[in-house]
């Protein structure tokens, strides 16, 4: 079966930092995309960013560009989100999703559990 276990959400102030972290069992990791998407309230779904399994490559959403990195620790079966200069319309439930196909298909297949992430003073 295909878990993930997130973590690293939370509150914190405009401009301030959280590293997500999204640890996967059940799958081979380092032959699937990874993804992280959120959802603000009254929002559709949108993704933040992505890893490629097979050779690393990255995509980032253009809101994020400059100010969240993704990366993955092949060891530890994990990826993180790092999340700088945070806004507040960065706030909403951030959730990790696995793509068997690595990309090549794009449809993300398994989906954690979602971990709050709220920018606020």
């Known amino acids: 079966q295909v878990q993930f276990v997130e973590s690293g959400g939370g509150l914190v102030q405009p401009g301030g930092s959280l590293r997500l972290s999204c640890a996967a069992s059940?799958?081979?990791?380092?032959?699937?995309?990874i993804g992280w998407f959120r959802q603000a309230p009254g929002k559709e779904r949108e993704e933040v960013s992505s890893i490629s399994g097979s050779d690393g490559r990255t995509y980032y959403a253009d809101f994020v560009k400059g100010r969240f990195t993704i990366n993955r620790d092949s060891a530890k079966n994990t990826v993180y989100l790092q999340m700088n200069s945070l806004k507040s319309e960065d706030t909403g439930v951030y959730y990790c999703?696995?793509?068997?196909?690595?990309?090549?298909?794009?449809?993300?297949?398994?989906w954690g559990q979602g971990t709050q992430v709220t920018v606020s003073s």
């Open positions: 999703a696995a793509d068997p196909s690595d990309g090549q298909a794009d449809e993300w297949m398994y």
């Open positions: 059940g799958i081979t990791w380092g032959h699937y995309a």
